[in-house]
Nanobody, 116 residues
Framework: QVQLVESGGGLVQPGGSLRLSCAGSGSVSSINAMGWYRQAPGKEREHVATISWSGNTYYADSAKGRFTISRDNTKNTMYLEMTSLEPEDTAVYYC??????????WGQGTQVTVSS
């Protein structure tokens, strides 16, 4: 069983920065990719960024140029560095892991609020 725990959310002013972390534990046969998703109030969950096991990265248009996804395999931790934050980035951010078998795991989410 895989457990994912996000941290690093909080309240930040527009234009500010935050770094989210996702710490993984447990075992999985093989990881296909890990990613970040977010869900704003009244909206569906949407993709933010993905990093494949080989290290390729993919970003939603809203995240390109502002967010950076990375991974530290030695710490079993994935990160999302967010800069130039806007009120529209306010959401609960979720960590996701997809195994090579198609299994999918989610964290509990961390709240990010961008407001002055």
């Amino acid at each position: 069983q895989v457990q994912l725990v996000e941290s690093g959310g909080g309240l930040v002013q527009p234009g500010g920065s935050l770094r989210l972390s996702c710490a993984g534990s447990g075992s999985v046969s093989s990881i296909n990719a890990m990613g970040w998703y977010r869900q704003a109030p009244g909206k569906e969950r949407e993709h933010v960024a993905t990093i494949s096991w080989s290290g390729n990265t993919y970003y939603a248009d809203s995240a390109k140029g502002r967010f950076t996804i990375s991974r530290d395999n030695t710490k079993n931790t994935m990160y999302l560095e967010m800069t130039s934050l806007e009120p529209e980035d306010t959401a609960v951010y979720y960590c996701n892991l997809r195994s090579a078998r198609g299994e999918e795991y989610w964290g509990q989410g961390t709240q990010v609020t961008v407001s002055s």
